[in-house]
């Protein structure tokens, strides 16, 4: 095919603007000027398009590609197709799984999220009437037990027949803003889309509540960014991305929207309502303004001379605070200001009036508490700048811009109850021995996670040196240089290390138990790295470039023992044979290729010589064993992970839908997926653990883990069952056995028309 070096797929070169070290302008104390304030404000608002390898700030439709992918017959040669190379290489394998084109009779349910939506929203956590912890995450609502440590959701779960076209009582993308009702049993969320959508549902049971969904159906509303609920409870106003940046005051029992109207071209970043009347107040980009929905009227705000608010709250006697971008707080009475308060240094990017009084939190790091008087009672400092606050019972939750929430008590951060990643894309994923997972991403941050206990273990930094901009670095809109962004981790059991790949094109190895130090560091290639994999005998690396090469390194001294330079483009997986001694890799030509480590080259009849090889994992997503993964009218590029299970009998996918496909193993053409959605953007990543108990997987733009704990099968659609199960009944247990019962009538009518 003669092509060159890739930098797309989601993850190639793109000019981007970075700092030597990413922290919030006006963190030091410096004042932040407006336009410093509304780029911090709007945050990563703009999306990858995979056809251009551009950033646009208009946001992609997830849906069909353009381009086919429709597997050929094939055709003699083993690396024939000027098209599709890899037809060639598509041998049948000496021994698999009998081939079930039936949906597995498998299902998975989100356990728990590894993740905070926190790098362009604000005022999106809540304590619930009985103390949870609500917030939003990927496509998700979640509703966090600090005591217990254990998640319920609003959303996630089975795809319906439909796919990403299907309809859904859930969000089916980005969730970016949420409210809580005032007496804290309703949450509302809203979403970004096409015809975007608000949903009204309970926080205890996580059902949306009766006429608790509103879609926005005009033409180019792009999503619903803020929402509030009135004082009483019974309204709720939402604001959605339109150039006009539309209101909308719906009624909360009836599900109408009872009145609309334009804000203005200026962004929208926080709306509150008063207690004492019908009214709320639109903060935003050089403008605020008062709406009075009885009258169906608004009015400007004055007298703060043009300037941006990020934050606004009121007090009980219907006095409105807002929070600016020089730092100050303006007090509003009526539309008019009438004084302002030195509050913060820099940016307010949240506010909230609680039972004490008003509380503040802003780009200095600073946690401040008012008296209802508006004097300062305590600040307390915060590791990141806090962008989300509410108060119950005298404990702050707060959550922070380094993916971070945590609850505040007593004049200090008290407890750390969710981490997550927080910048560009989340890539790197692999699962260990004894429950543990270990994650990278665009955000500087390598981390181990216990799975069992669903806590953070221990948090790597990638370089504490920020270092220069790589020419062809991988595409991500993060604020971190290159040498501080990992997209590729492996584990070796037989040494405890963990390998991490830089988008420098550097491999560092750590020791599992103590992942914050680097043991040895080299480099690999002058481009990122996709992938790497440990040998099963953990002798070797194999570490897959975007300069089109496979290095190879001995695990003893890390010395490099090959290279493998036959692929055409960029790799993006590879698989090793149990016996260590054959490498299988695909590359963004759809090249699958086959390498000897005997002879440390390309065996060019690798598709033939390896039929009766046992392959320790499926990482690749072009091979005869998944040619099936792909759905229809999509391109090679819209599965971005494959992974299957320790038994052999499945087959899990990651794609652009956002969606985790589980198929029977192996998957031809034809054969049907189940699908699951908790993501919300493409899934990079997936990887079966515990015995094929969880599967795990990670998306690239939500920056969010998430764990997928294996239900109960069901006996009528598992490939397994058979007839014979049903002629001893009394040994099946209760709850399976009316699967068997109902399964063997149905045989038994089918033989008497027969």
Not at 42 to 64: L, S, V
Not at 116 to 134: A, E, G, L, P, Q
Not at 519 to 539: A, D, H, L, Q, T
């Amino acid at each position: 095919m003669g092509v060159q070096e890739s930098t797309d797929m989601g993850c190639g070169a793109a000019d981007r603007q970075k700092t030597n070290e990413p922290t919030e302008k006006g963190g030091s104390g410096e004042a932040m000027n407006d336009d410093d304030a509304l780029r911090e404000l709007q945050g990563e608002r703009i999306t990858f398009d995979k056809k251009t390898g551009a950033y646009t700030g208009a946001r992609k439709e997830k849906g069909g590609d353009d381009g086919l992918f429709e597997i050929e017959a094939s055709g003699p040669g083993e690396q024939m197709g000027a098209c599709l190379p890899y037809l060639g290489a598509l041998k049948e394998p000496k021994d698999h799984p009998a081939p079930n084109p039936s949906e597995p009779g498998v299902n998975f349910a989100l356990e728990h999220v590894y993740g905070f939506r926190t790098y362009d929203t604000r005022n999106n956590v809540y304590f619930s009437s009985d103390n949870k912890v609500v917030y939003c995450v990927a496509s998700l609502g979640v509703v966090l037990d600090p005591a217990s440590n254990t998640q319920k959701f609003f959303g996630g779960g089975v795809v319906p027949r439909g796919g990403a076209k299907a309809t859904t009582d859930q969000h089916d993308d980005d969730v970016i803003c949420l409210a809580m009702s005032p007496d804290r049993k309703l949450v509302a969320t809203g979403q970004v889309g096409a015809r975007p959508k608000v949903f009204i549902w309970n926080a205890d049971t996580c059902k949306t509540k009766a006429n608790g969904k509103y879609e926005i159906k005009v033409k180019d509303t792009r999503a619903i960014s803020n929402v509030a609920f009135s004082g009483d409870g019974k309204y709720i106003a939402f604001v959605d991305k339109h150039n006009d940046h539309n209101f909308y005051v719906m009624n909360v029992d009836t599900g109408a929207v009872e009145y609309t109207d334009k804000t203005g071209p200026g962004e929208v970043f926080d709306i509150a309502w008063s207690p004492t009347e019908q009214i709320f107040c639109i903060a935003g980009q050089k403008f605020i303004k008062f709406v009075n929905v009885k009258e169906k009227k608004s009015n400007n705000g004055t007298g703060h001379g043009g300037m941006s608010f990020a934050s606004v709250a009121y007090g009980p006697d219907g006095t409105c605070y807002a929070g600016c971008t020089d730092g100050q707080i303006y007090v509003f009475k009526g539309t008019t200001s009438s004084k302002k308060i030195p509050a913060h240094k820099g940016l307010i990017n949240t506010m909230k009036w609680v039972e004490s009084g008003l509380i503040t939190a802003g780009v200095d790091r600073k946690l401040n508490v008012y008296s209802p008087a508006i004097a300062l009672t305590s600040s307390v400092s915060l590791p990141s700048a806090g962008r989300a606050l509410d108060m119950k019972d005298g404990t702050i939750v707060v959550g922070m811009k380094n993916g971070t929430i945590a609850l505040v008590k007593d004049g200090k951060v008290d407890k750390e109850i969710m981490k997550s990643h927080h910048d560009g894309e989340t890539w790197g994923l692999e699962v260990m021995e004894g429950g543990q997972v270990v994650t990278s991403g665009d955000d500087n941050k390598v981390m181990l996670w216990d799975t069992k206990a669903r806590k953070l273990i221990k948090e790597g930094t990638i370089h504490e040196k920020a270092g220069v901009k790589v020419k062809y670095g991988a595409s991500s809109m993060t604020s971190y240089p290159d040498n501080q962004c990992a997209r590729a981790v492996a584990y070796n059991a037989k040494t405890n290390e963990i390998a991490v790949a830089t988008n420098y094109g550097e491999v560092q190895i750590r020791d599992a138990k103590n992942i914050d130090t680097i043991k040895k560091e080299f480099k690999v290639c002058e481009r990122w790295i996709e992938f790497m994999k440990y040998s099963p005998n953990g002798e070797f690396l194999a570490v897959g470039t975007h300069s089109n090469s496979i290095v190879i390194y001995s695990t003893d001294s890390y010395s490099k023992k090959g290279a493998q330079t036959a692929h055409k483009s960029s790799i993006t997986s590879l698989d090793w044979s149990k016996n260590s001694k054959y490498i299988r890799s695909n590359c963004e030509a759809y090249e699958l290729l086959f390498f000897s480590m005997d002879s440390m080259s390309q065996d060019p009849s690798g598709a033939t010589n390896t039929i009766d090889v046992e392959w320790a994992t499926q990482h690749t997503k072009i091979g005869w064993s998944v040619t099936g993964v792909f759905p229809k009218g999509t391109d090679g590029t819209h599965i971005n992970g494959v992974c299957m299970s320790e038994d052999g009998k499945l087959i899990a996918t990651g794609c652009d839908y956002g969606f985790i496909t589980i198929f029977n193993n192996p998957c031809r053409e034809g054969h049907v997926g189940k699908s699951f959605r908790g993501h919300s953007e493409h899934v990079v990543r997936v990887r079966f653990g515990e015995s094929d108990q969880y599967i795990y997987s990670v998306g690239g733009q939500d920056k969010t883990l998430m764990q997928w704990k294996r239900a109960q099968e069901n006996l009528l659609t598992s490939p397994s069952f058979t007839l014979h199960q049903t002629l001893s009944l009394i040994h099946i247990s209760e709850p399976t056995r009316r699967y068997a019962i109902s399964y063997a009538v149905f045989c038994l009518k089918k033989k008497k028309h027969t």
